[in-house]
């Protein structure tokens, strides 16, 4: 994750910016799930064994005919000598063997086996809406990445020829009652589906392939799966069912730049869309911007030919630039991570730089804001490229953190951004003002200042109990929690949150403005939960009085500690 964050601040600064800002639309195929749905060549080797097993050594059952017509069709000299010597003997290659071979995986499925449907394969030998469709396959991490993006509003759209339904998953198992797009992806597939979701403001998921959830649901949809060379090659042409999205995914070509993970656009019809697009409004190469980045181990030969049909002569005559700045060599999962992390940092930064004493060249704007980048840095490392961590931090502390801070009596209810929009709109959107988001941006850049300080070291609390929490330990080792809010009806949820447990009893209740800073008063109820100590004291600061004292970094610590030991 480190060259990732390393490479957004600098040769792909321009990609990050686009997804800051909502100006990119992702690629995704099969690699982003690898760890979660079987690849190609287990699916080549699931359509061997299942025609091996049913054919047996029945030399003119269908099976074994058209088992014999792949080894003899698709494969090279020495595998068709083996099975040729006891087809009823010969062992199935494994996943592993079958890889040099993936781009044969369309030709394979389209085998006809007998009278049966063109897609007999794909239903029976790969049994694709339990193989990929099944309610008890779990998002992996690069999902919830893609579906974090979405609920931050970076990403409006996406395209996939994956048939999963794992982006889906995760968005929904990240949404809440108060999510801003009522918890779910807009999945557009048929012509009623872009009728339907023409005004919804969810994210659209383009499924350009399929899906096998809405398969095993109806057979009306049976259709919409692409697999085998037909359906790649009559993809998107007139009376295709599959126009529509064809014509849609065009205009997303026209209009956004390309990010691409895991997929090899090793289909023809991934080109063909490319192409098109490219003939319709062409983007113009520009090593700075690329408008078109792959991030992959190694750039293959779809690629290529993608940015070969793109840029067309630009391509032929600057070869190795346009591959260059096209390719950012890693997989998906550290690439996405980072781009989270820093758009969460970036948005911190524009909110907080909207309030009068951080504007352009105050000393604490440049230290909170070095302290933000400085942080970033810290977790790329330790996060590396496992980004599990991260993905609970943001929705087990941060989340339930901004959620207690607008007064929600249940922070646990769903993922929240600190901002739901571009970062261009969070520097002067009228209503992030009205909601004093501002405001938590500035208090959670200066406790993360305070914390790299070495004053105090701030931890916000994940688990369910205390979800959102800031747990202050001061060098003498004395603990203080404190919850930030926004007002004093976030202030009253605060107090009377039954998770306050800490044997002292003290509890520190934080806002940027407003608050009596030297004010104590007694809890309402006598308690804070089952171990406070009746009579328990809710200590309020205001953080801006901290902040407009200090003229340098020495004063900012020692205020903040005499305001936190009070």
């Known amino acids: 994750m480190v060259i990732a964050l390393e490479a957004l601040k600098g040769s792909q600064a321009a990609l990050l910016d686009d997804v800051a800002n909502a100006n990119r639309v992702f690629w995704l195929g099969s690699g982003i799930s690898w760890n979660q749905v079987p690849g190609l060549a287990e699916l080549i080797r699931r359509v061997l064994m299942y025609l091996k097993t049913e054919g047996g050594s029945r030399p003119g059952d269908i099976h074994a005919i058209a088992l014999h017509a792949i080894i003899h069709g698709r494969f090279p000299e020495n595998i068709q000598t083996a099975f040729d010597a006891d087809p009823s003997a010969w062992v ?78 995760a968005y929904s198992s990240l949404a809440g009652s108060s999510s801003p797009t009522l918890g779910h992806v807009s999945v557009l597939m048929t012509q009623e589906d872009f009728r339907a979701n023409a005004n919804s403001r969810a994210p659209r998921l383009y499924k350009i392939h399929g899906c096998a959830i809405r398969a095993s649901e109806s057979l009306e949809y049976r259709d919409y799966l692409v697999a085998q060379t037909l359906d790649i090659a009559t993809w998107g042409q007139d009376g295709d069912p599959h126009r529509r999205v064809f014509q849609m995914v065009t205009e997303l070509m026209t209009d956004f730049r390309t990010l691409v993970f895991g997929l090899s656009f090793q289909d023809e019809n991934l080109v063909r869309v490319h192409s098109h697009a490219s003939k319709e409004l062409p983007w113009a190469w520009d090593e700075r911007a690329p408008a078109y980045v792959i991030s992959d181990k190694a750039l293959q030969d779809g690629h290529k030919t993608i940015l070969q049909s793109s840029y067309g002569i630009e391509y032929s005559s600057n070869r190795t630039a346009v591959e260059s700045a096209s390719h950012i060599p890693m997989y998906s999962e550290p690439m996405l991570a980072a781009l989270l992390l820093r758009t969460i ?100 850049a200066l406790l993360n200042y305070l914390d790299l300080s070495g004053a105090w070291k701030v931890r916000i609390e994940s688990t369910p109990a205390r979800a959102g929490m800031v747990l202050l330990r001061g060098t003498d080792t004395s603990t203080i929690q404190m919850a930030l809010v926004k007002d004093d009806a976030a202030a009253i949820v605060a107090r009377k949150a039954s998770e306050w447990r800490h044997p002292t009893g003290r509890m520190i209740i934080a806002r940027l403005t407003g608050s009596s800073p030297n004010s104590a008063q007694r809890s309402p109820t006598g308690r804070m939960g089952s171990a406070r100590r009746p009579g328990a004291l809710t200590h309020e600061i205001s953080l801006a009085d901290i902040w407009l004292r200090a003229t340098n970094a020495e004063e900012l610590r020692t205020v903040f500690s005499q305001k936190v030991t009070i």
């Open 92 to 169: 199935v290659p494994s996943a592993g063997e079958l890889e040099p071979y993936v781009e044969k995986y369309a030709k394979i499925l389209a085998q006809t086996v007998g009278n049966e449907r063109t897609d007999y394969l794909l239903w029976n030998a790969v049994e694709v809406c339990r193989t990929y469709g099944a309610p008890s396959i779990e998002p992996g991490e690069n999902h919830l990445l893609i579906a974090l993006l979405m609920h931050e509003g970076n990403l409006p759209h996406a395209v996939t020829t994956n048939w999963d339904g794992l982006i889906e998953a």
């Open 345 to 444: 940092g970036l948005k911190i930064q524009a909110l907080a730089g909207r309030l009068d004493g951080l504007k352009e060249g105050t000393w604490l704007r440049g230290a909170l804001f070095a302290a933000i980048e400085h942080r970033e840095s810290d977790l790329a490392r330790r996060i590396g490229d496992q980004s599990t961590t991260f993905i609970s931090f943001q929705s087990r502390a941060l989340s339930p953190l901004i959620r207690r801070y607008h007064g929600d009596a249940d922070p646990a209810d769903g993922y929240t951004p600190i901002y739901y929009g571009p970062v261009s709109d969070a520097l002067n959107d009228p209503h992030a003002s009205q909601n004093r988001t501002p405001e938590i941006a500035a208090m959670l």
